[in-house]
Protein backbone atom coordinates (compact mmCIF):
# COMPACT_ATOMS: atom_id res chain seq x y z
CA UNK A 1 0.00 0.00 0.00
CA UNK A 2 2.57 2.56 0.79
CA UNK A 3 4.48 1.82 -2.52
CA UNK A 4 1.44 2.50 -4.01
CA UNK A 5 0.73 5.85 -2.27
CA UNK A 6 4.23 6.58 -2.92
CA UNK A 7 4.60 5.79 -6.98
CA UNK A 8 0.77 7.88 -6.96
CA UNK A 9 2.28 11.17 -5.21
CA UNK A 10 5.46 10.43 -7.57
CA UNK A 11 3.19 10.57 -10.89
CA UNK A 12 1.15 13.30 -9.03
CA UNK A 13 4.38 15.64 -8.36
CA UNK A 14 5.67 15.41 -11.79
CA UNK A 15 2.70 15.47 -13.96
CA UNK A 16 2.05 18.99 -11.64
CA UNK A 17 5.56 20.23 -11.66
CA UNK A 18 6.85 19.01 -14.90
CA UNK A 19 6.08 18.93 -18.75
CA UNK A 20 4.91 15.17 -18.33
CA UNK A 21 1.45 15.42 -18.45
CA UNK A 22 2.18 16.36 -22.58
CA UNK A 23 3.11 12.46 -22.77
CA UNK A 24 -0.23 11.86 -22.37
CA UNK A 25 -0.83 13.33 -25.55
CA UNK A 26 1.12 11.48 -27.38
CA UNK A 27 -1.56 9.44 -29.04
CA UNK A 28 -2.60 12.39 -30.89
CA UNK A 29 0.57 12.36 -32.24
CA UNK A 30 0.64 9.15 -33.63
CA UNK A 31 -3.47 9.69 -35.13
CA UNK A 32 -2.02 13.04 -36.56
CA UNK A 33 1.08 11.71 -38.07
CA UNK A 34 -1.85 8.65 -39.70
CA UNK A 35 -4.19 11.11 -41.14
CA UNK A 36 -1.11 12.74 -42.77
CA UNK A 37 0.03 9.26 -44.04
CA UNK A 38 -3.02 8.84 -45.75
CA UNK A 39 -2.57 11.70 -47.17
CA UNK A 40 1.12 11.57 -48.40
CA UNK A 41 2.11 7.73 -48.54
CA UNK A 42 5.88 8.96 -48.90
CA UNK A 43 5.89 10.68 -45.74
CA UNK A 44 8.14 9.36 -43.10
CA UNK A 45 8.10 9.84 -39.32
CA UNK A 46 10.44 12.02 -39.44
CA UNK A 47 9.67 14.66 -41.93
CA UNK A 48 6.70 14.60 -40.42
CA UNK A 49 7.86 15.84 -36.67
CA UNK A 50 10.13 18.38 -39.11
CA UNK A 51 6.75 19.63 -40.83
CA UNK A 52 4.75 20.01 -37.32
CA UNK A 53 7.68 21.05 -34.72
CA UNK A 54 10.40 23.15 -36.87
CA UNK A 55 8.59 25.83 -37.20
CA UNK A 56 5.39 27.36 -35.67
CA UNK A 57 3.29 27.77 -38.76
CA UNK A 58 -0.11 25.52 -38.13
CA UNK A 59 -1.48 23.63 -41.23
CA UNK A 60 -3.78 22.11 -39.63
CA UNK A 61 -6.52 23.03 -36.76
CA UNK A 62 -5.34 20.06 -35.01
CA UNK A 63 -1.86 20.96 -34.40
CA UNK A 64 -2.68 22.63 -31.25
CA UNK A 65 -3.75 19.64 -29.66
CA UNK A 66 -0.35 17.74 -30.65
CA UNK A 67 2.47 17.24 -27.92
CA UNK A 68 4.95 19.95 -27.04
CA UNK A 69 3.28 22.21 -29.34
CA UNK A 70 2.22 24.88 -27.05
CA UNK A 71 3.36 25.69 -23.57
CA UNK A 72 0.52 25.22 -21.24
CA UNK A 73 2.59 24.84 -17.94
CA UNK A 74 4.50 26.33 -16.30
CA UNK A 75 8.23 24.63 -15.39
CA UNK A 76 10.10 25.08 -12.18
CA UNK A 77 13.86 24.22 -12.19
CA UNK A 78 15.99 24.06 -9.12
CA UNK A 79 19.85 24.65 -9.45
CA UNK A 80 22.24 24.79 -6.89
CA UNK A 81 25.63 27.03 -7.94
CA UNK A 82 28.98 25.80 -6.17
CA UNK A 83 30.85 29.17 -4.60
CA UNK A 84 34.23 29.71 -6.62
CA UNK A 85 37.00 28.61 -4.67
CA UNK A 86 39.17 31.72 -3.01
CA UNK A 87 42.29 31.91 -1.38
CA UNK A 88 42.44 34.47 1.39
CA UNK A 89 45.93 35.54 3.23
CA UNK A 90 44.91 36.26 7.11
CA UNK A 91 47.65 37.92 8.80
CA UNK A 92 47.60 36.92 12.10
CA UNK A 93 49.66 39.44 15.34
CA UNK A 94 53.08 38.35 16.01
CA UNK A 95 52.84 37.31 19.99
CA UNK A 96 55.98 37.71 22.36
CA UNK A 97 57.14 34.56 24.48
CA UNK A 98 58.28 35.33 27.86
CA UNK A 99 60.79 33.39 28.81
CA UNK A 100 61.05 34.07 32.98
CA UNK A 101 57.83 34.44 35.29
CA UNK A 102 57.91 35.73 38.65
CA UNK A 103 56.67 34.07 41.71
CA UNK A 104 56.42 35.21 45.58
CA UNK A 105 58.38 32.52 48.21
CA UNK A 106 57.10 34.73 50.88
CA UNK A 107 54.18 36.96 52.06
CA UNK A 108 55.46 40.83 52.43
CA UNK A 109 52.72 41.29 55.45
CA UNK A 110 51.35 38.90 57.88
CA UNK A 111 47.91 38.03 59.08
CA UNK A 112 45.49 35.51 59.48
CA UNK A 113 43.66 35.22 56.05
CA UNK A 114 47.53 35.66 54.34
CA UNK A 115 46.88 32.01 53.43
CA UNK A 116 43.73 32.83 51.18
CA UNK A 117 45.42 35.46 49.31
CA UNK A 118 48.89 34.28 48.43
CA UNK A 119 49.79 33.61 44.75
CA UNK A 120 50.86 30.04 43.98
CA UNK A 121 54.17 28.78 45.29
CA UNK A 122 56.40 26.19 43.28
CA UNK A 123 58.53 24.63 44.92
Do not use: C
Not at 46 to 65: A, S
Not at 85 to 108: I, M, T
Amino acid sequence: MKQLLSISFLILYINSFTEFHEVLRLPILFEHYAEHKKLSNDLSFLDFLELHYKTDVNHDDRDHELPFKMPGHSFTAHAATIPSQKNVSVLLPQFSVVSHSVYYKESSFSSPAISIFQPPRIG
